[in-house]
């Protein structure tokens, strides 16, 4: 009996994200080929590689690609609790530029691309949270929590350690670190997305730790 084989890499996302992709850029960075498969299969990744090679949205537009599922129209009421379901920590010094760069294009594309193919698109709330952000906005999103949060590690410091702020982690399936090389020990860019509906941050490395400038992997 012939066993049916499930797509891995760009070929198991949805038709509006691959068309996007392809239209975009052409074909995947040897860092997305590599880091997709696993990350589809909800395992921890670590990408290791150079600042241009798209690692960054390689661990994010699996995300996106999952939250375009879920809150899709023609599947009906989404199920999933209310809260946030994809976090993003990126440095504050390169925020606005991942932004730009890693979440409107891709969502503004992926709409296009889905209304040429006749599909309707969801409503993406996203919000941003850095010291700069206004009380209002803050207020706003634990009335309203978005789908997507971008924040610096140090802002999602100060949320975890709030009882009311902490609650919108609930339902979050993928916290993605960018660019982790203050913790890292390394030059090198580096991206971690982890699939998991509980996550822990621990803000020093342990003593069965081993810094990634000398993992084989880093040499």
Same mark, same amino acid.
């Given at each position: 009996?012939?066993?049916h084989?499930?797509?891995?890499?760009?070929?198991?996302?949805?038709?509006?994200?691959?068309?996007?992709?392809?239209?975009?850029?052409g074909?995947?960075?040897?860092?997305?080929?590599?880091?997709?498969?696993p990350?589809q299969r909800?395992?921890?990744?670590?990408?290791?590689?150079?600042t241009?090679?798209?690692?960054?949205?390689?661990?994010? $537009?699996?995300g996106? @690609?999952?939250?375009?599922r879920?809150?899709?129209p023609?599947?009906?009421?989404?199920?999933?609790?209310? &809260?946030?379901?994809? !976090?993003?920590?990126s440095?504050?010094?390169a925020?606005?530029?991942?932004?730009?760069?890693?979440?409107?294009?891709?969502? *503004? &594309?992926?709409?296009?691309?889905? *209304? @040429? !193919?006749?599909?309707g698109?969801? @409503?993406?709330?996203?919000?941003v949270? /850095?010291?700069?952000t206004?009380?209002?906005?803050?207020r706003a *999103? $634990?009335?309203?929590?978005?789908?997507i $949060?971008?924040?610096?590690?140090?802002?999602l410091?100060?949320?975890?350690?709030?009882?009311?702020?902490?609650?919108?982690?609930?339902?979050?399936?993928?916290?993605?670190?960018?660019?982790?090389?203050?913790?890292l020990?390394? /030059?090198?860019?580096?991206?971690?997305?982890?699939?998991?509906? &509980?996550? /822990?941050? /621990?803000?020093?490395?342990?003593?069965?730790?081993?810094? $990634?400038? @000398?993992?084989?992997?880093a040499?």
């Amino acid at each position: 009996m012939e066993q049916h084989v499930q797509p891995e890499g760009l070929g198991s996302f949805s038709q509006p994200v691959q068309n996007w992709f392809q239209n975009t850029f052409g074909k995947p960075t040897l860092p997305q080929e590599a880091g997709w498969p696993p990350i589809q299969r909800g395992e921890h990744t670590l990408l290791l590689a150079p600042t241009g090679s798209g690692k960054t949205l390689a661990a994010f $537009l699996w995300g996106i @690609d999952r939250l375009f599922r879920e809150l899709a129209p023609e599947e009906g009421p989404v199920s999933h609790p209310l &809260g946030i379901r994809l !976090l993003y920590i990126s440095p504050l010094k390169a925020l606005n530029n991942d932004i730009e760069r890693n979440l409107r294009v891709p969502l *503004a &594309g992926i709409r296009q691309a889905a *209304a @040429d !193919l006749g599909l309707g698109a969801p @409503d993406v709330h996203v919000a941003v949270r /850095s010291g700069d952000t206004p009380p209002r906005e803050r207020r706003a *999103a $634990l009335r309203r929590p978005p789908h997507i $949060l971008i924040t610096t590690p140090e802002s999602l410091y100060l949320m975890l350690t709030s009882p009311r702020a902490r609650t919108l982690f609930h339902g979050a399936y993928r916290p993605s670190w960018t660019k982790s090389t203050r913790w890292l020990g390394t /030059s090198a860019g580096c991206t971690s997305p982890s699939a998991s509906n &509980g996550f /822990s941050i /621990s803000p020093r490395p342990t003593p069965t730790h081993r810094p $990634l400038r @000398d993992h084989p992997a880093a040499r």
